[in-house]
């Protein structure tokens, strides 16, 4: 499971990636942690994320959604 730095190269400073993860056996917490150090890794660290979460029709039997999005901005 990759951030795929060619993003980084083409949006601007300030701009927006949206990244998707939908594997159930990836925690959030683990997720996040590999999309900022792939960014910092690539020299375009996340200034901020923006995590949006599954809607209520979008059921986890266990809360750890497989449905993972971020909004990072760059």
């Not at 683990?30 to 150090?37: A, K, S, T």
């Amino acid at each position: 499971m990759l951030f795929r730095s060619p993003c980084l190269f083409v949006v601007p400073p300030g701009g927006k990636i949206v990244a998707v993860n939908n594997v159930a056996k990836v925690k959030m917490d683990e997720w996040l942690d590999i999309l900022v150090r792939c960014a910092k890794k690539a020299g375009r660290p996340i200034q901020e994320i923006q995590v949006i979460k599954p809607d209520p029709d979008f059921p986890s039997w266990d809360e750890q959604h497989p449905l993972k999005v971020a909004v990072c901005t760059v």
